[in-house]
């Protein structure tokens, strides 16, 4: 019977021995998404979201002052250049002319009468009649008598003038962006009425980081697309750029269109291109891949963080200056260089040196 039982004791304390080894039996490498950086050429391209606004405003208001009686645009409504957008009420200014007509008649009939005792004490005069003191006298009135002339003359004329200025006429085209009086306003001369994006004018504002400060100044050429136009780039060159930062250390762009597309209005959407060389263009990779430390939400310029990069199967951490970020893709300047096949996914789970293998679709 023990004869029996021993080829089967044998047989059970491999098989103990078989489940002990596949016990501590190291685990199988962990599969990792990747992607491979890609080479950007001699120049690269940088796209900036961003929005279109007014290269230039105007303010139109009248030359003269009065009440306000007409102002029929409201915020959002176009204009066309010539087109009269705003009234004056002419009631003050024409009792104004009637009076002013009035001094005009006046002076003429004054003029009138000593013109007839100047030409009578002349004829006088030129016999030997009159004394030199009298005649000069008359004389003396005859030239003011031009001059009240010519002062009524010009107050009409004046007068008259402001009359025409009482309506309100748009220089360009625009689109009004405030209304700033109201209907039945006293208004002051010079007081604006509407304040008016000129829709001749548009330009691509956007928030650049400041590693691109480095390439761009006013002047620098640009392209923008429109979304609300697809399949069309429109040229633009960079008029400004701001002084100070906003968030995320980013300094405000504004690249003015060098022909804005008929229709195209304050507010839409926009992406402005620079091309840029290769030396100072930035690596694009998934935000996901980067390992930031910072508290704040996301990183920006001059960042400091962290990737893996995959090398013979296993995962090399990598330190990264960050530019900044764009929808979900970090800006990679310093660490990376082309070719080089990063990890994309469940960063925070490796560690250095580990062991890994690449991820594929199962079969």
Do not use: H
């Amino acid at each position: 019977m023990i004869q029996r039982l021993l080829p089967l004791l044998a047989v059970l304390a491999l098989a103990a021995c078989d489940a002990t080894e596949d016990d501590t039996a190291p685990p199988p490498p962990r599969a990792v998404r990747t992607m491979i950086v890609a080479d950007g050429g001699e120049a690269a391209r940088r796209t900036l979201p961003g929005v279109l606004t007014a290269a230039e405003t105007m303010r139109l208001a009248f030359p003269v002052a009065g009440r306000l009686i007409e102002a029929p645009l409201r915020e959002g409504d176009r204009m066309s250049a010539g087109q009269v957008v705003a009234r004056l009420d002419p009631a003050d200014i024409e009792r104004e002319i009637s009076a002013a007509e009035a001094r005009l008649a006046a002076a003429i009939a004054r003029l009138d009468a000593i013109d007839a005792d100047f030409q009578r004490q002349k004829t006088l005069f030129d016999r030997g009649l009159v004394a030199r003191a009298a005649f000069e006298k008359v004389s003396a009135e005859l030239a003011a008598g031009l001059a009240d002339r010519r002062v009524a003359e010009t107050e009409l004329a004046a007068t008259r003038d402001r009359l025409d200025r009482l309506a309100l006429i748009a220089p360009r085209e625009g689109v009004v962006t405030r209304l700033l009086s109201n209907r039945f306003e006293e208004l002051s001369a010079g007081q604006p009425v509407y304040e008016v994006a000129v829709t001749a004018a548009l330009q691509a504002e956007a928030l650049a980081p400041e590693a691109l400060l480095a390439v761009i100044a006013p002047g620098t050429a640009a392209e923008v697309v429109l979304p609300a136009f697809p399949g069309q780039v429109f040229a633009a060159q960079v008029t400004e750029i701001a002084a100070e930062a906003e968030a995320g250390a980013a300094y405000r762009v504004r690249a003015r269109l060098d022909a804005p597309p008929e229709g195209a209005k304050t507010g839409f959407s926009a992406a402005v291109s620079f091309t840029l060389p290769r030396a100072q263009a930035a690596i694009d990779i998934p935000i996901s891949a980067l390992l930031f430390g910072d508290a704040r939400s996301e990183p920006t310029a001059g960042d400091r963080g962290q990737v893996y990069v995959f090398e013979d199967g296993v995962v090399r951490a990598r330190a990264v200056r960050i530019e900044g970020v764009v929808g979900n893709d970090v800006l990679v300047t310093e660490g990376l260089s082309p070719g080089e096949r990063v990890v994309t996914a469940g960063v925070a789970l490796l560690s250095e040196g580990e062991r890994v293998r690449l991820w594929s679709l199962p079969e």
